[in-house]
């Protein structure tokens, strides 16, 4: 199983990006994927959620800003984040939810200027 991150860079605040992840080598479709992200100094946390029949969640802070989307024809996630702030500065990765330890990949950097 691989998970490749993609779409990070520098933005200023109230700006966007669009986070892409690739997964290859497992069944994509019929598991809940997530969007975490690790800023310097904290712990890891869960953003936002896709199961697998659609449904979305967000964790308060990033809620009516994020947008969690998945093709699983192409099995793929997706973030469209609007409206960033300089606190969405992160490590931004993807992962089953729950995750899986193995499945960790090098993430995408986000950072948000003020």
Known sequence: VQLVE???GLVQAGGSLRLSCAVS?????INAWG?????????RELVA??????????????KGRFT?????????????????????????????DPPFSGLWGQGTQVTVSS
Not at 35 to 43: T, V
Not at 69 to 94: G, H, I, W
């Open 25 to 29: 080598g497992t069944s994509f479709s």
């Open 68 to 96: 969690i989307s998945r093709d699983n024809a192409k099995n793929a996630v997706f973030l469209q984040m609007n409206s960033l702030k300089p606190e969405d500065t992160a490590v931004y990765y993807c992962n089953l």
């Open 35 to 43: 969007w975490f992200r690790q800023a310097q100094g904290k712990q």
């Open 6 to 8: 993609s779409g990070g």
């Open 49 to 62: 959620r896709s199961s697998p029949g659609g449904r979305t969640t967000y964790t308060d802070s990033v």
